[in-house]
């Protein structure tokens, strides 16, 4: 893979968002040549310095001029469809996490049915096909109900709960398809799992991410969790045990909730995750060049915390439309915040840059992150 | 310098090498656009996705090309001719770090003789236009000296040993004007003092990082420094008294000799450095970063050691030819070892990419660093 001539690989990502922008980041420093899929010219990885590929994942013959370029294809969304991903594989491309990760990335309900077998715990759920399936899941497990679109939501989109059988047929509105249905947890705290597999199997975890979801969207992350040790050692556990049954190359975030009787899998996301973005500060090795180490047959780097503590809280567009880097300068002299922009537009809602801290304890990366995320006006999502 | 449209501002640097590379890489987290000026599209730079103006920085109309896109305009080297900098500080453009900076930066015999009356010691020097004034030099301060070209060298080239008189008549050969002579000192350590200044003249220092030369060519970089504290805080103080002095505007390397008899100056480069790289994870802000929010107008960041200590080695293309990163993935396998390759080819003696490492303490550190430089076959320059 490196021939002389400074490059250690080339690598392609699917969509040109914040995600493939900070692997771009890592990609200069390992000496990578990224590639992006993605329509527009003024996507954040593009933005960044990454080369790009103009189409989009849905085109079997845009992914194929990807990867042509490339030594390895990574998703960085759950956007192409499975049978283009195992046209590439057949095509004797290399795509990671592979096409039967990808998959159970994108169908929540699949995820389940495959890892069930292999002791993974859930919430009590079934893939209802109409409002009669509803009922009847509602009432055997109680009501409220958690409903999700099998795919394609994120952020809390194409995620709702449902209060009781009076809803069960309006569940279905603007619905083309099964949906899945869960029991609603009474969880203490939800984690995320970061995991990293290489192409030889070689399997590393990060310290689990406590997150703290704000109407559904990812507000802040923080770690070590506070939860016990054991808890943090459960976690792990799972996510390697899921990494190894996906056969998973590259980096899956797996998250969790804690209850009162232990873990459940909430959500898998096979690719780069918002709640570990803090790794880049906080951690010895980034998930971003993890993510390029794995997909590359690299010796993947190590996870361990570089502090006693680290936090990040997520900027967002302002409900009233204004940007909160209008007040960099006073995020900025916040001693140890690092501030990360994405060069999106700030609509509201947006995710559209970050705060890390790391220090001595949890508390005070968080306070830091707090005081920067303060000072930009953006403490909480709208 | 935020106009709602995701960018903090957008910078200029003279020349497309490794330190632009890397300022490229913190212009992606701060949502700065990076320009850069070099001739050739695959500059270390370019490769990392900072936008070109081709040309050359002794062409006036292609340092306005630059200047005409960015808000401010740092050098990268010492280039640039200093009335091609007047003429566009005087058109209106932001140059940092200034042209009466960026002079001394350049001409070696001027430093000396712009900061002498502010108490900045250095070895006993001439500006030496014969072999008789080399002769009478040599005469009062005794043999050998150091000859040295007042403008135009790095690692360790424009510099070398004068024996004894008998050498004073060849010293000349080849050279067009004058030459710096110094008394050879006898310095138990080397330091530079990495000073950042803002332009409303907020000025930080990192801590002293020691560094060790092979050949007159920066082989090793590490800190804390092994002498004492009070020539750590004396070498900060002087590196903050020139920057005052000089009216500096973004980050300098101050270069110091530690003798018996105290703190020598030895040279100043007046643009990132070498001998900071391993701020990028070893101090909680990167020179890169700190010469970006400087020359910006923005706050600058915390300047402090993330570990109890940090350790960086140079690669530089091996004797024989070949490319120590033909190593790479036994480098990575070293734990806690961080590779930065400029995706430069490996001609012999090169500098193309180094290694850090932080640890709980700066022996800890270098040993990694010692570990994964001998990974590569790269331990020492040839």
Redesign the interface.
């Known amino acids: 893979m ?1 021939a ?5 690989g080339t690598v392609g990502m699917i969509g040109g968002g914040q995600l493939a ?2 692997t ?2 890592a990609a ?4 990578v ?1 990224l590639w992006v899929l993605c329509p527009d010219a003024d996507e954040p990885a593009v ?4 080369r790009q590929v103009v189409g989009t994942p849905d085109r079997y013959e845009d992914l194929l001029a990807l990867a042509e370029r490339c030594d390895a294809v990574p998703l960085d969304h759950e956007g192409p469809p499975p049978e283009h991903l195992e046209q590439l594989a057949r095509d004797g491309f290399v795509v990671a996490p592979g096409a039967p990760a990808a998959r159970l990335g994108r169908d929540k309900a699949e995820a389940r049915a495959v890892l069930a077998p292999h002791g993974i715990p859930t919430a009590p759920w079934t893939l209802a096909a109409d409002p009669q399936e509803l009922l009847a899941f509602g009432a055997e497990v109680g009501w409220p109900l958690i409903v999700k679109r099998p795919s394609g939501g994120y952020d809390g989109r194409g995620v709702w709960a449902l209060d009781g059988p009076e809803q069960a047929e309006g569940a279905f509105e603007g619905s083309d398809g099964p949906l899945l249905a869960e029991a609603r947890i009474a969880f203490t705290h939800e984690l995320a799992v970061m995991v990293v597999r290489g192409r030889d199997g070689e399997t590393v975890t990060y310290p689990p991410f406590e997150t703290v979801q704000v109407d559904g969207q990812c507000h802040e992350v923080f770690t070590p969790a506070s939860v016990p040790a054991e808890l943090d050692a459960e976690a792990r556990r799972l996510a390697s045990t899921i990494a190894h049954h996906v056969d998973l190359v590259g980096v899956m975030a797996v998250e969790l909730f804690v209850t009162t009787d232990g873990l459940l899998l909430n959500e898998l996301a096979v690719r780069p995750h918002n709640s570990a973005h803090l790794t880049i500060e906080a951690c ?1 090795t980034s998930q971003f060049e993890n993510h390029l ?1 794995a997909v590359l047959g ?2 993947l ?2 996870t361990d915390l ?2 006693g503590g680290g936090a990040m809280i997520n900027v967002v567009g302002a409900a009233d439309g204004h ?1 909160p ?2 007040h ?2 006073a995020a ?2 916040v ?2 915040a ?9 609509r509201p809602g947006r995710k ?2 970050h705060i890390t801290a ?1 220090g001595p304890t949890v508390d005070d990366a968080r306070s830091t992150t707090a005081q920067a995320a303060s000072a930009l006006g953006a403490a909480v999502p709208a």
Chains 1, 2 share one sequence.
Do not use: E, S
């Open positions: 490196t002389g001539n400074g490059v250690t922008r900070m771009q980041q200069i420093a390992l000496g040549d933005r960044a310095g990454a010895t180490r690299l010796p780097g190590a570089v502090a940007d880097f209008d960099l300068a900025l002299a001693p140890g690092h501030v990360h922009r994405y060069q999106k537009a700030a559209i840059g790391t």
